[in-house]
């Protein structure tokens, strides 16, 4: 049962608008390729009202500015609770876009209500300090919001990254503008819409549909946006980050791409070890930033490990996200098609196809789990990010030699390590150059813990309370005292 | 049934502006008003009062007609939004009629509960007593309560040690889901909102308005703020010498015995259960003698949450029994007393000469409230008013010295006596009364017996001083004038409707005069000088000091007193730190790094 397109058009000031060209553009179901509807498309013209709108939500003595942080509180848990509400719905139309199983979309929207309503909580506890100066001087530091916050999220986890992003820009105060991926707009704008439920004041959330090219590239070079935030690929967050350095140097922080090692010891359960693994790189149809796609495995297990994993890659259930599976298609043709060139350039590199490498079904884009073995680190499938249910097993030797090879990347979003030793444990977590590392798990994100990139992963954090500092200029005050 | 009002949902922030504006005599102000508040209802403010607010944000606009009645003050610390008091520019309510109004208090509300609360069940005393709970606007016993002592808190204690047991139910649940049942318990105080704030008028005395508009608004706040807290209690991670990997652990302290004052019941068991549940403690809680009511409420709603049994019981009895059970317990890890000063040094010595059990005291003050000439005057003046008088003067932080610079001195203490005459005192559930009746009649006595002694001592008693009707412990609303610093009522705490006006006319002199005293809970300035306001935020020994306002005490910000009117803070994040232990891990490692 397809879920109902309540809403198509451009979210600014509180109204479902058109776009200032009139221009649409088509949102297709990856499950068979076919169109779902069409939304509104926005570009440079709509995200100059978008900004205006936010700018003027932001001003002094608006609303949003003179009110109670505990009430921005408050309304967060407000949309949180009407997503609990819709939860059925917001799942539903997640799925039907985005291709996931429906029972992930519904883990998603958990993980996405506990990241508003943590940040919720923090609303009204971003301390500044009074500080001890030199000199007959009082100084305190307050905390202000940055200001309008544009912010441009991806297609893999829609609804999860968006309230990755507006968590802490609301619980801040700032304003937010915000791009979803042209693959995946439905849910964002249901959201938009609970904004206005929840009781958001018009012009504090925006959401512009729309291209990278257009209404992206609006946004991050854009003189009165005073900070951008992108989840995304590497190459596009170059491009972000370059357009705030000529436009109005506005604050940056990228969540992006990553080939993260995941590192296998002998001593653990090995079936264990192995489901970990499974599900580090094929969850989510392998489109995870963080996912487990280098999985390096001691050479004393090095065989058993590879036929147990080859064997759960063989029982994973493909198919409609509707039904009891296990994974659905990939976002999009383009997508698909990046993944199968990948694969194909894995075999010709010489990597040991174990199962999959094929297309599944005669719509949709559907591919096979794949298993690669004897994986080198210099092949193509061992240094670029695949985006896709492709997993790369590889040999090691020595804790040395493995750490040396998990850093040897651009990469450092996460890493893991599989072992019930705490020395190597502690050794590997301290080595190892990424943002998150997972010992005897993988994929464990939740709202307290900051996640992000090392090196070419990314800039700054999100979640946690580290989350909150992008969204916040520090201002200081000193005033100079008299004597009595 | 009477405790189940609807549900509110909060609808915050929808601005409607008023339009258009309309002239003053038009407005029938009988039932005026108003505003759509932060959790999102409306407020009636009566006759009584009208003049005129604005109110930007998230008001739609407030009709009052005294700008000087406390409610002002309530309502705006409730909404914290801007309200300009002196505006007389008429904007219509007639447009924008309130959605919803202060809903009618529950004059003779239910008593459901007078048992003692272990384990989420009702028990008896073990000895079969039973205490009279009364009504201070009559005298009269409205309850019988199960009198808890030694054998029933030994027997709450057990309960709350088997709940914090390692891996309990309590210890394994996530830190995000204990705030989610803090935000479970503040949803249920909303629902029966109403009914708590009657059951409070009932059994301690104050106006109904108050308890609706101050103390529920504020205790559900702070529930609200400490759920926030609960997943964000964070350790650090250390970079010690050598080749180990340190980090700390905020883990809570355990078992923890808390001992809440009767003049904010509700509001006081807030501030103790946000802090210590948020953090993961059970509790063993005991509400005052005189108002145990809505303290065995909310154990019900406690229950009713989500919290699992032994996470918070309830032992309502006296101090020397019940309360010096829990203070002198070998199996309670802290103590968190609020009330007399007198007894806070018997709590820390049950504390020294058992188990050590960490201790926090709230006590008592007698706060400075120094008023400069260059003030704005009509917000000096109304703003000592409440914060001397407000609750009946039965506040721990009550302004009850109030130095006034000589040049104003006399136009001070008349506008002052002037207001005080004002003073709306009578039934707590009429919605025009600013004052109850005290909270028993010892308080009643003894501050009746202190007034004596500031008339014999030589102060100028300008109003009041007398026993108010014939009936409950109602006093009327005093202003002593030329009050000096060694008199009984300039040193000791009145907590009673008793203002004290002192005169000063140096900055040297008031800073030491203000600083004299065994206590240092609040103060306060009123000034427009930003070179007096900082010197004195500075120089004045006091936990919390007030530049042109008085008595806000919001859930962010800590409160707690230096010298003797207490140790540690509640509220804020530094609330937390009371009721966490920290521990620090610190492991070998084959190598660090940085």
Request: hydrophobic letters at 40%; a neutral charge.
């Amino acid at each position: 049962m397809a879920p109902e397109i309540k809403f198509t058009k451009l979210f600014i000031n509180g109204q479902f608008v058109d776009s200032q060209s009139g221009k649409t553009f088509p949102v297709v179901n990856p499950s068979t390729g076919k169109v779902i509807c069409q939304v509104s498309e926005g570009d440079k013209a709509d995200i100059d009202l978008a900004v205006e709108a936010a700018n003027e939500a932001f001003k002094l003595d608006s609303t949003w500015r003179t009110m109670d942080a505990s009430a921005r509180g408050r309304l967060m848990e407000k949309l949180a609770g009407l997503m609990e509400r819709d939860m059925h719905y917001l799942a539903q139309l997640e799925t039907y876009n985005n291709g996931k199983p429906l029972k992930d979309a519904v883990f998603d929207i958990y993980g996405a209500i506990y990241a508003l309503k943590y940040y919720a909580g923090w609303a009204d506890k971003i301390h500044g300090q009074s500080i001890p100066a030199d000199g007959n001087v009082f100084v305190v530091t307050r905390k202000e919001p940055v200001g309008v916050a544009g912010q441009i999220i991806p297609w893999n986890f829609p609804i999860l990254m968006l309230a990755w992003k507006w968590g802490p820009a609301l619980a801040t105060g700032c304003t937010v503008v915000m791009k979803p991926a042209e693959q995946t707009p439905l849910t964002a704008l249901y959201m938009a819409h609970l904004t206005i439920e929840a009781g958001f004041p018009p012009g504090v959330i925006n959401v512009v549909n729309g291209f990278g090219a257009t209404a992206g590239a609006a946004l991050a070079s854009h003189e009165r946006v005073q900070k951008i935030a992108f989840t995304g690929s590497t190459a596009v967050g170059k491009l972000i980050m370059e357009a705030a350095a000529k436009s109005n140097l506005k604050r940056v922080s990228l969540e992006l791409g990553g080939k993260s090692p995941i590192v296998v010891f002998p001593d653990v359960d090995l079936d264990k070890a192995v489901q970990t693994c499974h599900n580090a790189v094929f969850a989510n149809m392998g489109q995870c930033c963080c996912a487990g796609t280098r999985t390096f495995v001691h050479e004393s297990i090095y065989d058993q490990f590879v036929e147990k994993a080859t064997e759960l890659a063989r029982k994973r259930k493909l198919g409609d996200p509707f039904g009891e599976v296990d994974q659905g298609p990939q976002v999009s043709e383009l997508q698909f098609n990046r993944i199968m060139a990948l694969i194909e350039a894995g075999k010709k590199e010489g990597a040991g196809l174990k199962v999959g490498g094929q297309r599944h079904g005669p719509e949709g884009y559907f591919i096979e789990p794949t298993v690669f073995v004897d994986v080198q680190d210099d092949m193509r499938i061992a240094k670029e990010e695949i985006f896709g249910p492709v997993q790369q097993i590889m040999k090691f030797s020595t804790m040395e030699e493995v750490i040396k090879r998990a850093n040897d990347t651009h990469y450092g979003l996460a890493a893991g390590i599989l072992t019930n030793d705490i020395n190597r444990a502690l050794t590997f977590s301290q080595a190892v150059n990424a943002g998150t590392v997972w010992v005897n798990c993988f994929l464990h994100v939740t709202a307290q813990a900051p996640f992000g990139g090392f090196k070419q992963s990314g800039i700054g954090r999100e979640m946690g309370e580290e989350g909150i500092h992008s969204y916040l200029e520090m201002k200081t005050v000193t005033i100079s005292m008299s004597k009595f | 049934m009477c405790l189940k009002s609807s549900p509110i949902s909060p609808v915050p922030f929808r601005f409607d502006p008023i339009s258009p504006p309309i002239q003053k005599e038009n407005v029938d102000i009988s039932v005026v008003n108003v505003a759509r508040c932060l959790v999102g209802r409306c407020v009636v403010a009566n006759s009584h009062f009208g003049s005129v607010f604005e109110l930007q944000g998230c008001f739609s606009g407030i009709l009052v007609r005294d700008p000087s009645f406390a409610m002002i003050r309530l309502l705006h610390r409730a909404a914290n939004v801007k309200c300009n008091i002196n505006s007389l520019v008429a904007r219509c309510m007639s447009g924008a009629a309130p959605s919803s109004a202060l809903p009618s208090p529950q004059t003779n509300p239910e008593i459901l509960y007078h048992g003692i609360f272990i384990n989420n069940e009702w028990h008896n005393a073990a000895s079969g007593k039973t205490f009279p709970v009364y009504n201070p606007s009559t005298g009269e016993a409205i309850a019988n309560v199960q009198a808890a002592e030694k054998e029933d808190v030994n027997k709450a204690v057990k309960a709350a040690q088997k709940a914090f047991k390692l891996g309990s139910t309590w210890r394994t649940m996530n830190a995000s889901q204990r705030g989610n049942l803090l935000n479970r318990l503040a949803d249920l105080m909303e629902r029966d909102r109403v009914y708590l704030a009657s059951l409070e008028t009932l059994n301690n005395g104050k106006p109904y308005s108050a308890a609706y508009v101050a103390d529920l608004e504020l205790s559900i706040k702070c529930l609200r703020y400490y759920a926030g807290w609960a997943d964000k209690v964070q350790g650090k991670t250390i970079p010690v010498d050598g080749s180990f990997f340190a980090y700390t652990r905020h883990e809570p302290v355990g078992v923890c015995g808390q001992i809440i004052p009767w003049n904010f019941p509700l509001l006081m068991q807030a501030w103790k259960l946000g802090p210590a549940l948020a953090t993961g403690n059970t509790v063993v809680m005991k509400p005052a003698e005189q108002t145990p009511l809505t303290a065995l409420y909310v154990a019900e709603l406690i229950k009713e949450a989500g919290f699992p049994p032994g996470v918070v019981n309830i032992v309502p009895g006296y101090g020397p029994t019940a309360g010096a059970a829990i203070a002198s317990h070998m199996g309670v890890d802290k103590v968190a007393f609020t009330g007399s000063t007198e007894i806070g040094h018997l709590v820390m010595t049950a504390a020294a000469q058992s188990n050590l059990k960490r201790v926090t005291l709230e006590l008592g003050g007698k706060s400075p409230n120094i008023i400069f000439k260059d003030c704005d005057l009509d917000h000096a003046v109304e703003t000592a008013h409440f914060g001397l008088f407000f609750n009946q003067g039965q506040c721990c932080c009550a302004g009850s010295r109030i130095f006034v610079e000589d040049a104003i001195y006399d136009e001070f203490v008349a506008r002052s006596v002037e207001r005080a005459k004002k003073r709306n005192v009578g039934n707590p559930f009429d919605l025009n009364v600013e004052q109850g009746p005290q909270v028993d009649e010892d308080q009643f006595k003894k501050i009746l017996a202190l007034i004596k002694t500031g008339k014999k001592e030589g102060a100028k008693l300008l109003t009041g001083g007398q026993r108010y009707g014939d009936r409950g412990y109602f006093i009327q609303p005093t202003v002593f004038a030329d009050v000096t610093d060694d008199m009984t009522i300039a040193r000791e705490e009145i907590f009673g409707p008793v203002q004290q006006i002192l005169k000063f006319s140096s900055m040297e002199e008031i800073v030491e005069r203000a600083n004299k005293t065994i206590y240092g809970l609040a103060a306060a300035v009123f000034t427009k000088d930003l070179d007096k306001a900082m010197y004195l935020s500075q120089g004045l020994r006091a936990g919390t000091v007030w530049i042109n306002c008085y008595d806000v005490l919001e859930a962010q910000t800590p409160f707690g007193g230096f010298k003797m009117s207490g140790i540690g803070r509640e509220l804020g994040e530094y609330g937390l730190q009371a009721y966490t232990e920290v521990k620090s891990v610190i492991v070998k490692v084959p190598q660090k790094n940085s």
